[in-house]
Structure formats: C-alpha cells, structure tokens
Nanobody, 124 residues
Framework: QVQLVESGGGLVQAGDSLRLSCAASGRTRLTYTMSWFRQAPGKEREFVAA?????????YYTDSVKGRFTISRDNAKNTVYLQMNSLEPEDTAVYYC????????????????WGQGTQVTVSS
C-alpha cells in the first residue's frame, strides 16, 4: 500500500516562491506517474503538473503554471517536488500529490493514491 505525504505549503506574498514536497512510502511498480493537483474553495480539483518515473522523467504542465512551476523527482528518496515561483493570488488552493500507474494523465479519476493536501495561500 502506497502512502503519500505532502509538505511545504504556507502563506506567502505575490511574487514569492514555495517548494512543495511529496514523499511516497510503500511498494510501487516501476512505471508510474506522480502529479500535483490543486483545489481552490468552491472549485473543482484541477491538474497542475506531472512527471513519470522512468528514464527521462517526462513532465507535463497545465498552461497557467508553465514557466513558473517546475516538477521534479528524486527517485532515491521516493520524493517529488513542485517548485513554484512568481506565485499569484490565483494559485491559492490546497495542493494534492497523487499517483497512478502508467503514463501521464491530467484526469483526476485516473489517480488512485492521494496525499492529504497542503494549503498554499498567496496574498496580493
């Protein structure tokens, strides 16, 4: 059974940076995708970024964060990171780490392992 634990959220001002971490524990298959989603109050959960586990570490981002956010992984630590730069008030949300087996996808329902979430608040 895989478990995911997020950390690194907080309250920052617009233009600041944060780095989120997602530590995975338990046994996983060799090929999986790790992603970050976020959910703002009153809105549906939305895809933010994804990275796969195999060589090359292909990444994919939603348009609103391209050029500002970077997803990366440390396979030795079973940890995925989300570096968030130039944060905007619109980035305020609970950020969730999630895992699925197989290729990258931005579809919420394809992910079967979720972390508890970490709050990111960006003030203007």
């Amino acid at each position: 059974q895989v478990q995911l634990v997020e950390s690194g959220g907080g309250l920052v001002q617009a233009g600041d940076s944060l780095r989120l971490s997602c530590a995975a524990s338990g046994r996983t298959r060799l090929t999986y995708t790790m992603s970050w989603f976020r959910q703002a109050p009153g809105k549906e959960r939305e895809f933010v970024a994804a990275i796969n586990s195999w060589s090359g570490g292909n990444t994919y981002y939603t348009d609103s964060v391209k050029g500002r956010f970077t997803i990366s992984r440390d396979n030795a630590k079973n940890t995925v990171y989300l570096q968030m730069n130039s944060l905007e008030p619109e980035d305020t949300a609970v950020y969730y780490c999630a895992m699925k087996y197989g290729s990258i996808s931005g579809v919420v329902n394809e992910y079967n392992v979720w972390g508890q979430g970490t709050q990111v608040t960006v003030s203007s």
